[in-house]
Every structure is written in C-alpha cells, then in structure tokens.
C-alpha cells in the first residue's frame, strides 16, 4: 500500500521515486524539512523554481490529509494529472465536478484513499464544506501563490481570507506554509498577518533568474519588430502579453496577416475556449500565445524561450511573475519589453477609471511608476529587479540590454544641475513634459500664459531637443535624484540626493546615450579646407597618412 512504504522514506528518496529528479534544488529541503518538523513555513521562491515538490513531499510523508489551496481550477487539474501519473493519490474537488462525483470523492476522502486534496479559497465560504473537512484527519495546510490574500499584492483573492479562520477551527491545528513568487516585505507581512502563519519559518530563495535575458526596447514601430522577433524564434515556444482585450485581438490579426499562428486568452472569452487555447500551448500544438495578465498564473511550461510585453505592466511584482514564465527548464531565454510612454498614460487611465478606494490608486500609482523607472533605468535591470524585492546582488548580469548596451559613463552633473534648479524654480508644481518645455525655451502658449517663460531657468538647455530633456528627467526620475507624486498628473519633486548635487557639489555620472543631434558644420570653412588638403596632396607637401580624411575635416569645421 502506498502509505506503508513511503512513510519512513527521506524526502530526497521520495524525490529520487516519484519525481525522478536526483537532487533538492536551492531551498527545497530545507523547506520541507521545517514543514516535517511541524512548523510554519514562508516561502518565497521565484516562478519555476519548484515550490510544488516543497509541499507534495511532506504532504506524501505526512500521515493524515493535506489541503492545497489553489486559486485556479486549471492549475488544479494540472497539478492533479501530475501527481497522479507519478503514482501519488490527489484529487481536487470543484466546480468542473457534478455533485455526484463530489459526494464520491468526499466519501473516499474519509476513507483515506488520497494525501492531497486541491480546492479554491471560495470553498471555505461554505460553511457545510468546512464542516466537512473538520471531520478529516488534516494535517498540514499549503497555500499556493499566497500573496492573493494581500490587498496590495497585484492579485487580491477575498476569500484567501478565509483560511485563517478555517485552521482556527481545525484541532489539532495543522501545519500551515504558504507559497509565492513575489513578495515585497508588505506583503509577506500581509501574508504572515492574513494567513495567522505561527512563527513562520522563513525562507527567500534569491530573486535572479540567470537564465533569463531581460530587454527593454524603446521602438516606434513596436509591430514591425514583434514580427521580426517571433520570426527569429520560429518553431519556439513564446508568451506575448497585452494590456486589454482589444490588444489581443488585435495583434492576433495582425500576426496572422503576417502568417504568424497565435492562439490568444483573455477574460472576455468563454472558460471553454480559454482552456482549449492553454492546453494547445502547453502541450506545443501551438506555439505562440498571446494574453492579458489573466494567463498563466501556475502554469508549469518549462520550455517557454522568451515572453514579450507588448506594452508596460503595471507593477514589478506582476511584470517579473509574468517574465519569469520563461525558461523554467533554465535554458537561455528571453524577456523583452516593449516601452513607450503612451502606454503608460493607458495605465494611469486604467487605474484612474477603476473602482480602487483613493489609498489604494495612490499605491497603484507608485507600483506603476517603480515599472516605469525599470525602463529608464540605465543600470543592469536584473540587479534592479532583485533590488526592488529587497534582495542583494553580487554583480551584474551581463546579458540584459543595458549590461549589453554601449552606453559610455559621462559626466552629466551640469545638466542635472540645470534640471533640478529648473524643478526648484517651478516649485515643484509641474509635470516632466512642462519642465522639459520651460529648460528647452519652447514657445508654447501655456509658457507665456503662466509666465514661466520669465524664470531664470527657461531656455538654459536650447540646444538639446525636447525629448532629450525628457529622456534625462526621466533618468532622473529613475536614479532617485527626482520623483513623481503620485496620481493622473503627478509632478516632479526634488529628493534628498538632488539637494546634495545643488548644494554639495555631488557629481552625477550617467550612461546616457550620445546626442544624436549633431552640431552643424561651417560649410564654407570645410569646403576650405577641403582645396587645401587638395593642394597638399598634390604637391605632395606632407606624407599621405597626414593627409586628413573628410570626416576628421568636418569635425574641425564644427561649430563651438
Ligand atoms: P513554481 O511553482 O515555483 O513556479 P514548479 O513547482 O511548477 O515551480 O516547478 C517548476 C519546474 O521545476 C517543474 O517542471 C518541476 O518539475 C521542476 N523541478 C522542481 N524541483 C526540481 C528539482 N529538484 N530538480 C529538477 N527539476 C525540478
Ligand atoms: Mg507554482
Ligand atoms: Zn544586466
């Protein structure tokens, strides 16, 4: 019988048998140590870092029943399949089963034919299946993806809520481990807090993903280059994400005119056909699937090879969970982002028109603008991402496109000055596009209307464009010298680290990119030149390698 025999096995021999894997990755055994040894357990472990072994072992070692709590019914019935043709006797109960079959798998669950049972945080609303369960030998609780039962985390799930209560009435009381990929300190407290975790051990497997090869791309013809990307990964497994409905379908046609297969998932489609598609993913009979945020939370897909942002997600924790769904398998693969600031103001649209108490969109808008400051930032964007959730890095990654990108470190302490002390003078009222306008001396009418055309600092960045004023405020904004309150149209305030650049002398290194604008050349002074080098030459008054070429010629002829 499968009780008997497992029981006295360890947990990398049970690994060894039901899984076939010859060793415990990063945390693994420790964490399902704590749990053997009856304690509350907190882990964060990155997507596809194997959090499903951390509570299917001792859930298979464990005498008595374990209750996985699981948000979604696909991931269920995956998870479900999985165990189940690896010998371990699960079985979920939800709303895909008649009434009929529940009652079965309820009786036979008191039987103890099964070590695991699935269900959605919602049955615990039901006040008879909660006390059915309290009839069952539990022993151990697991709660995957467990930052829903957070306010702020990005996938709040009221009925997470639930669970504190059911362990309260269960005696004696099971171990309890919750589970996520992302978990900021708010909300592992949320967490710890929420789920009334007891002294939880605590374990946080490092936020990087080496495999990974993060991009952001800044392109104004971002169809032209999803194509040529998706070409380049013909035959490849890849996810495209979309901010709406709309989106979705739309780049479908488009890849499809281009012939390119897709198959989508977003919330408007029937459940039917949002699980054909998914399953078609999964199993390669399609390759490319293009989706909101609604897909793939616990989908287990190792050889995802790159995942595409169409546009900007609206917060860090979603972005890396969602990025994170490639290259589980740890082979090379890549996540790219596509940015433009339109896209953004779609965000604030979004979280301006949603039902959020005022608290909560302050909250949102500072998660947007912490994605926003990932797409300007000039530093390696895995270090940022794994010091956004408070993890140490080492060193750089060296593959993302800002380790890769050969930008040059300047010093660009006179710009910054002019830009903060512009921020100053406009008393920190304004927005980035007007301050950008005010330091490139722009004509507009709103200026002269507001007189801003008369401070100290208008016009004292002429000779670079608008956008490049903007690009560089935004670095700013990014590098923390700058930052934007938060709301539809939040202005710029000076920080702590501009006030030390004003006032100290602080320098400000930056890789920006070389102006593109070039500076004009004296055309007449060239041509000059030009007869000269000719007369040189032929009368052979210097060696030829002394000869200048045309360009060396022009860079003389520059202006300044
Ligand atoms: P998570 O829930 O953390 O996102 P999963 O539990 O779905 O990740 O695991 C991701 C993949 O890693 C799965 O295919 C799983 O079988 C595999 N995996 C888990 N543990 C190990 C291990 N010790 N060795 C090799 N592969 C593993
Ligand atoms: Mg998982
Ligand atoms: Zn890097």
């Excluded at 140590?33 to 072994?53: A, F, R």
């Excluded at 099964?114 to 030998?137: A, D, G, M, N, W």
């Excluded at 003078?425 to 596009?433: D, I, L, W």
């Excluded at 938060?486 to 400000?508: C, D, H, M, R, W």
Aim: proline share 3%; glycine share 6%.
């Amino acid at each position: 019988m499968f009780v008997k025999d497992t029981l006295q096995q360890s947990p990398l021999e049970i690994l060894k048998k039901y899984y076939g894997y010859d060793h415990f990755r990063k945390n693994q055994e420790e964490i399902i140590s704590s749990l053997l040894n009856n304690q509350d357990t907190l882990c964060i472990m990155p997507t596809g870092g194997g959090k499903s072994v951390c509570y299917q072992i001792p859930a298979i070692l464990f005498q008595g029943i374990t209750i996985v709590i699981s948000p979604l019914i696909s991931l269920m019935k995956d998870q479900v399949d999985t165990l189940t043709s690896n010998g371990i006797p699960a079985v979920f109960i939800n709303s895909t089963l008649s009434q009929i079959e529940q009652d079965d798998i309820m009786n036979d669950l008191k039987q103890g034919v099964y070590k695991l049972v699935y269900i959605s945080p919602e049955r615990l609303e039901s006040i008879t299946f909660v006390k059915f369960l309290k009839q069952l030998p539990i022993t151990f609780i697991a709660v995957d993806e467990a930052h829903c039962v957070s306010q702020w985390g990005h996938d709040f799930r009221p009925s997470y809520g639930k669970i504190g209560n059911l362990i309260n009435q269960l005696s004696p009381r099971p171990v309890l481990a919750a589970f996520t990929a992302t978990a900021t300190k708010e909300v592992a407290e949320d967490i710890k807090l929420g789920l009334k975790l007891h002294e939880p051990q605590l374990y946080i497997s490092g936020y990087e993903r080496e495999n990974l090869a993060f991009s952001v791309v800044k392109t104004g013809n971002k169809r032209n280059y999803l194509l040529d990307f998706i070409q380049r990964y013909k035959g490849e497994s890849g996810i495209v994400y979309a901010t709406t409905r709309k989106d979705v379908e739309e780049l479908q046609l488009f890849l499809q005119k281009n012939g390119v297969q897709a198959v989508t998932y977003h919330g408007g489609m029937s459940e039917t056909l949002r699980n054909k598609n998914q399953e078609k993913f999964i199993y390669d009979d399609e390759k490319i699937i293009i989706a909101t945020n609604a897909f793939g939370m616990g989908i287990d897909k190792s050889n995802v090879r790159y995942v595409l942002h169409y546009q900007v997600p609206k917060s860090m924790e979603g972005y890396y969970q969602e990025a994170g769904r490639a290259g589980r398998d740890g082979e090379n693969s890549e996540c790219i982002l596509l940015f433009t600031s339109k896209d953004v103001q779609t965000q604030k649209y979004l979280i301006e028109q949603s039902a959020s108490v005022e608290e909560r969109k302050v909250q949102e808008y500072q998660k947007l603008q912490s994605m926003v400051d990932y797409c300007h930032t000039t530093k390696c964007l895995q270090s940022y991402i794994v010091n956004y959730f408070g993890g140490k890095v080492n060193a750089d990654c060296g593959k993302c496109s800002n380790c890769k990108s050969e930008l040059e470190e300047i010093d660009v302490t006179v710009e910054a000055q002019k830009i903060f002390s512009c921020v100053v003078r406009m008393k920190e009222r304004f927005g980035v596009t007007l301050i950008a306008q005010v330091l490139k001396g722009s004509q507009n009418k709103r200026i002269k209307d507001m007189r801003l055309n008369e401070l100290t600092t208008y016009g004292i960045m002429k000779s670079k464009t608008e956008k490049e004023i903007s690009e560089l405020i935004q670095l700013f904004i990014a590098e923390g010298y700058l930052e934007l309150t938060a709301g539809q149209f939040p202005t710029v305030k000076i920080t702590e680290k501009a006030v030390s650049v004003l006032k100290n002398g602080l320098k400000v290194l930056q890789k920006v990119k070389p102006s593109k604008q070039e500076v004009p050349i004296q055309s007449e002074l060239f041509e000059k030149l030009r007869q000269l080098r000719k007369e040189i030459a032929e009368k052979e008054m210097l060696p030829p390698y002394i000869i200048f070429s045309d360009s060396t010629l022009k860079e003389m002829c520059r202006y300044n």
